[in-house]
């Protein structure tokens, strides 16, 4: 049972890492076998609209035919059984090495043929976990929209793989020294309160998340 972890953001050891890892460990102590790969550090861009995948009869028909440092990543994750992917939210939506990566994943399967069939070998469990700023309620009224730039990535992910369990961080803890920085929007004595009795919960809702994927890969696996 593998379950790919791709981690979207660029800090090592911040909220959304946090979120990362303890979905890792919900995972693992449910079976499963959790890798987690750090987007930042790879070398790949987006899709060059090469169609190497749509190309009939073509060597590469129905997979990513462009090479570099996702390519092996990309062969991986077609094969797993869950996927995860996470981002710290930019300008209301995911990280652009995390939006190039799941372009790439998504679209060698959405076939441009009648019917748009779905070319994906396997139908892996999925999971987006978001780290934000902002609060819950202005996730609610202004991100949580059905065309919004999340619910796009998501959906695309739903017709490639399967529908996307969604775990979110709210109102993040964003500098080691809020005194340092040009901050004065936020309320720091709030913002560590929030990151010492809020954030533990999400952590714990991350782990819990990580190990229904694995339960839920179990049972599929038990059924087939
Ligand atoms: C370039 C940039 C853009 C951001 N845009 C948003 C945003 O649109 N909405 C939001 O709630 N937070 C925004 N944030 C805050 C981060 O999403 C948030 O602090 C996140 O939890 C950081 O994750 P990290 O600690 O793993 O780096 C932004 C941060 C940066 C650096």
Known sequence: ??????????????????????????????????ETVRLYDLDFNGCRSCFACKLKGGPSFGRCGWRDGATDLLAAASQADGLAFASPVY???????????????????ISYGKGYPVLSPKKPETAMIYTMNTSERYFDEHYECADGPLAFFENFIGRAFTKPERVCAFNTYQFTDYSKYDAGGWDETEKAEWKKNEFPKELRAAYDAGARMAEKIKAKQQSA
């Not at 990362?20 to 919900?26: H, I, L």
Request: hydrophobic share 40%; net charge positive; proline share 6%.
């Open 91 to 109: 300008l209301g939506t995911i990280t652009p090495p995390l939006h190039a990566f799941i372009e790439r994943l998504t679209f060698q399967f």
């Open 1 to 34: 049972m593998k379950i790919y972890i791709f981690d979207g953001g660029p800090r090592k050891g911040w909220n959304t890492a946090q979120m990362c890892g303890s979905f890792a460990r919900g995972a693992s102590e449910a079976g499963a076998e959790v």
